[in-house]
């Protein structure tokens, strides 16, 4: 999801986690409607939320011990150590945030994440505070790990490049603050992408100039606030799917 700032990007985010209400209708989750925080969906936020005194091997394990109460203390640490290894913080595993750059801090959220094997793994914003290098990095990662276990991920931010990188769908909200879901772009840019391929691809070029110049003028218009399907779905895409 991509829009200007204080359009409810994050606010929509928090209502899918369950950590707000919506002021009117709702989101329905696998036949269920969200009402609270669950472990069938996890957040990863740009602040980290790492628990400063505890270990990554620590906060890894405080997910997965939530989502696998009945699980042995030795599955549950064969389990954490199979995310460690994964995100590539092998040998840091007792090692504190403190003690960690922003990108490490941000694969032990993934990890977290991850490790619980949620139906949706929610990311707002999550790469906003790395350096550009340790950001394309960590995309990467977040790619794999999806690749593997092919979790529905809602992610909210900013790069228009990131976007088109990383998604299957990209949702444009008008400008707030009586923002709207005014669009729905698939992305048919074929997978596995990399960052060299994408920048001489059409696709690529075409839906770039389309985002932009939504964003500098489309939602910029009083009269941008009807949703539009792009897929010609005729319907909002299931959260499911």
């Not at 707000?20 to 329905?28: C, K, L």
């Not at 925080?37 to 394990?61: A, C, E, K, Y």
């Not at 405080?62 to 040998?91: C, F, I, K, N």
Request: hydrophobic residues 45%; aromatic residues 6%.
């Amino acid at each position: 999801m991509i829009g200007h700032s204080g359009c409810g990007k994050s606010t929509l985010l928090n209502i899918i986690a369950g950590l707000e209400q919506p002021s009117a209708g709702g989101v329905v989750l696998s036949g269920r409607e969200i009402t609270g925080p669950g472990m069938d969906r996890m957040v990863v936020f740009q602040n980290f939320s790492l628990m400063p005194w505890m270990t990554v091997f620590d906060n890894i394990r405080l997910a997965v011990r939530a989502a696998h109460p009945d699980w042995s203390r030795r599955r549950v640490a064969e389990w954490v150590q199979r995310y460690v290894d994964m995100v590539g913080l092998t040998g840091a595993e007792a090692k504190r945030p403190a003690a960690l750059s922003g990108g490490m801090r941000q694969r032990v959220g993934l990890a977290r994440a991850f490790s619980t094997e949620p139906k949706v793994l929610l990311l707002d914003e999550p790469f906003a505070q790395i350096d550009a290098l340790t950001r394309g990095v960590i995309q990467d990662e977040l790619v794999r790990m999806w690749s593997a276990s092919r979790n529905t991920v809602f992610m909210v931010t900013h790069d228009v490049d990131e976007a088109i990188l990383l998604s299957d769908r990209i949702a444009l909200m008008t400008k707030g603050p009586n923002a709207r879901l005014a669009e729905i772009i698939p992305v048919k840019v074929p997978r596995p992408r990399t960052r060299a391929e994408l920048i001489d691809d059409p696709e690529y070029l075409r839906l770039r100039n389309h985002i932009l110049h939504f964003l500098v003028e489309a939602a910029q218009r009083p009269g941008a606030a009807e949703v539009e399907i792009a897929a010609s779905t005729g319907r909002l895409p299931s959260m499911d799917t």
